[in-house]
């Protein structure tokens, strides 16, 4: 949660740029290989833990949704305080170390599971263990792409990062049945371990980034305590950021629960077979690669500031026409709904998560951006359950009329923000202070 050369990404000026654009760029090139292979790796992974305990286990359906728990939870427990800890680090080690630490912990299945011990308490122990990675490097992510690029590139880089990411979700669950079918599903744990190293490989090679960051309050004694709460503070007060982490919590209730029901709805309610399931489900990532593709260019036509509205107003209602969906040609308003939402999402992403990286203090952006974050990922665990709850009462298409509904107002949410009546998002909030120490 990409825009143009315009004040919402501090573009005011670009630079002269060599033909070929970031990918003429060592150290972008070398991030976005490591990047995209790990996210790779996770999308296999996302088919291949539940796969692991339902057929090398046979564990229980909850043991199963315990899984998924596991691997949100650390969003809840340490996400706003992992910003503190990241403002107070080089981004780039971190990165390291919970690469490091993701690539054992996945190894280690497919080690116990030819050993004879692999257990479900110890794939509960690696979604914690993981997603508490995650959050970290998720954290210092957002943070170390400025430090790469730079402000007038940041737009670019995260379409073409965020583009890469929709293409692994399209063909990282088949890879991941491909290859439970043909060496067990802890192989699909080995490939995700082997993306980890791929990526901590890449992230090493970088140049030292150009870390724009200071630390301001570390030097001031500050405790992890404070910074937190100042960063809390920060998107609360913020007009942007606040409907921006409003909007990212609200979606993200309602899409879930969209997401948690889908393939049921398919397959029981409409009678569709399985592969034609896995094509509709697959539009997801389809759109995701087409939202990408077109934020630059809606940022560049319309302004930043209309161009989220364009991809959220205007395409979040597209999700109503999922409901409508039935066998034969009536597949068509599944496909568009997934197709175009998720278009919409995956451009507004983009659009939000450059203007933050160009807007906030880089001093303060691993406090705000991973408070955002966990404001968007709280909700998800609460979406599944609201399906499901709703589900059981009203159907899954009744379900499904209300989850989308919800969706296509979440867009109105931006405005109540001073967006409705600016082009472009605004550029740099404030300068660093002088003398604080560059890390």
């Not at 116990?112 to 257990?119: F, K, Q, R």
């Not at 699909?188 to 630390?215: K, M």
């Not at 004694?221 to 409907?243: I, K």
């Amino acid at each position: 949660m990409t825009a143009p050369p315009t004040p919402a990404t501090g573009e005011t000026s670009r630079p002269a740029r060599r033909r070929g654009g970031l990918w003429r760029q060592r150290d972008f090139a070398l991030f976005w290989t490591g990047e995209t292979t790990s996210e790779a790796g996770s999308a296999v992974t996302l088919v291949a833990l539940p796969l692991v305990a339902v057929e090398s286990l046979h564990a229980s359906t909850f043991a199963v949704t315990m899984l998924t728990a596991a691997t949100w939870l650390p969003w809840l427990v340490v996400g706003v305080p992992a910003g503190a800890w990241v403002d107070r680090l080089p981004a780039r080690p971190v990165m390291l170390t919970c690469d490091m630490i993701s690539l054992v912990v996945f190894a280690s299945v497919p080690i116990a599971a030819w050993t004879g011990v692999l257990s479900v308490a110890q794939l509960i122990a690696v979604a914690l263990t993981a997603g508490a990675a995650s959050v970290f490097f998720t954290t210092a992510y957002r943070v170390l792409v400025p430090a790469i690029v730079g402000e007038a590139d940041l737009t670019e880089a995260n379409a073409k990062l965020e583009g890469s990411r929709s293409a692994a979700q399209i063909g990282g669950p088949g890879l991941a049945g491909t290859l439970a079918q043909l060496a067990g599903p802890a192989t699909g744990l080995l490939a995700d371990a082997v993306s980890f190293g791929v990526s901590f490989a890449c992230l090493a090679a970088l140049r030292r980034p150009h870390d724009r960051r200071r630390q301001a309050t570390a030097r001031s004694g500050a405790s992890l305590t404070q910074d937190t709460l100042e960063g809390l503070r920060f998107v609360v007060t913020d007009p942007y950021l606040r409907v921006q982490a409003a909007f990212a919590a609200a979606a993200n209730l309602t899409l879930t629960g969209v997401e948690a029901l889908i393939v049921v709805f398919l397959a029981r309610t409409v009678g569709l077979h399985a592969a034609v399931v896995g094509l509709v489900v697959a539009a997801f990532g389809i759109g995701g690669v087409l939202g990408a593709l077109a934020a630059r260019p809606l940022g560049q036509r319309f302004g930043t500031s209309r161009a989220t509205l364009i991809t959220t107003i205007g395409c979040l209602p597209f999700g109503l026409l999922l409901p409508l969906t039935s066998a034969g040609p009536g597949i068509a308003f599944a496909v568009a709904s997934c197709l175009v939402t998720s278009a919409g999402v995956v451009a507004s992403n983009i659009i939000g998560r450059s203007f933050t990286q160009a807007y906030v203090p880089p001093q303060m952006l691993g406090r705000v951006s991973s408070a955002v974050m966990t404001a968007a990922f709280a909700t998800m665990p609460a979406g599944s359950l609201l399906a499901g709850l709703l589900a059981t009462t009203l159907g899954v298409r009744g379900t499904l009329w209300i989850l989308t509904a919800g969706t296509s107002a979440c867009g109105l949410l931006f405005l109540a923000s001073p967006m409705r009546r600016l082009r472009d998002l605004p550029g740099r909030l404030r300068s660093p202070a002088p003398g604080d120490r560059v890390t």
